[in-house]
Each structure stands twice: as C-alpha cells, then as structure tokens.
C-alpha cells in the first residue's frame, strides 16, 4: 500500500481523535482519568496495528505527549479509579498503580414498589468525580425501603428493625447520596456488576483500601 494511501486511511482517525477526547469525557462523567483510560485502552492499541504507518507514529507520539500533560493534572496523593466495565478497582498515586482489586459494581436492573408503582429504584454504580465523606470501622447496614421490598418483606415502622450487622465487611467508605465502597460476604461475585450500586470488595483489598486513604481522597468512576 503507498503512503498516500496511508495517509488517506488515516485522515479521518485523526478529526475523529479531537473530537471522540471531547465525546469521551461526556461520556465518562468528565473524568481525566476516563480520557486517559480511552486514550490507552482503545486509541493506542488501534495505532499499534499500524503502527509501520508515518501518520500513525505521529499519533502515538502526540498521544504520549497528551499522556504525559494530563499526567500534571492527577492528584499527589493517593486516590481511588473504578472502572465499572471490568469491575476492577485502581489505588494510585499520580500514574503509578499501587494496588489493584477485583470489585461487584451495580447490576443496572431496577426494582418497582408493588404498592406504588410510582417508587421504583434503578440499581447502578454512578459515574464521576467523587470523595470519601466518612470512614466505618465495622459499618451497620441501615436496610432501606427498596431491601425489604425486594425480599418480599413488609417494611418496617421501627428504624431500629432496620439495622442487620455483618453484611457490610470490617470497613466502609462513604462517597455520597448512600453509595459505599465496602467489603461482602459475597466473594464468589466478585468480578461480576450484582450490587445495588455500592462497590464491593474483598476483605484483604479493602483493608488496604481503607488503610490507603483518607477523609476527603478523591474517588473516579467511569
């Protein structure tokens, strides 16, 4: 194939570039580090199978040097990356990955009140930029409506019925609007998108999860 050819293949890859980076931080809930996920993930390893091509070492080169000026942006201290898709969870410092879990996202599904068909829950992880508000050690479950409704149960009128023990692990991480990051006494579904929107994980991983951070760490999710 001749370089015009090349470069004819390639004309349209780099206008879709600038504006996929642009789509992408939409998409993932303006997160740099979502952009910086796309950008090694799905645009470098599409380059690399062209990667004889001039006009696809001058993308890879461009892409490394957009890296390396996001890389300014990320923050000193440690913080927290979920990537919901692989249900995995990324403790880092900067660009570099100082521990890596296997986590249970939402599953997505949503749940209507039988009684009022106008309550309805949809179970999902949310995405964006968010902080650890509080920090448990050993966290009580508060079960609310949709828990009870679920099990086929009627729903309590004593809030005290509504605590269960044990369920949520050693630690729990609050980041906002009811969401946790705790452990489970599920670790068979581990890998798998089966909570009701909080991040599960292993005992051992969220130990050192909560050990690692702070009132205040930044948590990115996408």
């Known amino acids: 194939m001749n370089n015009d050819n090349d470069r004819t293949s390639f004309c349209l890859p780099l206008k879709w570039l600038i504006g996929s980076l642009l789509a992408i931080s939409v998409i993932l809930s303006f997160t740099l580090h979502g952009i910086v996920y796309y950008i090694e993930e799905k645009v470098d390893k599409n380059l690399v199978k062209n990667a004889d091509s001039v006009d696809a070492k001058k993308i890879i080169k461009r892409n490394s040097e957009l890296k390396k000026s996001l890389s300014f942006l990320l923050p000193n201290s ?4 979920i990537d919901t898709a692989k249900n995995i ?4 410092r900067g660009n570099k990955v100082i521990h890596q879990a296997t986590v249970s996202t939402g599953s997505g599904s ?8 106008e309550r ?18 050993g966290p009580s ?15 309590p ?12 692990g050693d630690y729990a991480l609050e980041i906002g609007n009811g969401y946790f990051i705790h452990g489970t006494l599920y670790t068979r579904l581990l890998g798998k998108s089966v909570t009701h929107g909080c991040i599960r994980l292993g005992d051992n991983d969220l130990k050192t999860v909560y050990k690692a951070t702070s009132i205040g760490t930044k948590v990115y999710i996408f």
């Open 141 to 155: 479950w508060v079960k609310p409506d949709w828990a009870f409704i679920e099990e086929g149960e009627d729903i």
């Open 89 to 92: 969870l990324y403790l880092k």
């Open 78 to 81: 440690n913080y927290i990356v």
């Open 120 to 137: 309805r829950w949809v179970f999902d992880t949310p995405r964006g930029e968010f902080a650890i508000k509080k920090k448990i050690v």
């Open 157 to 168: 009128k004593n809030y005290y019925d509504r605590f269960e023990e044990g369920v949520l």
């Open 110 to 117: 949503f749940l209507i009140d039988p009684k009022n068909k």
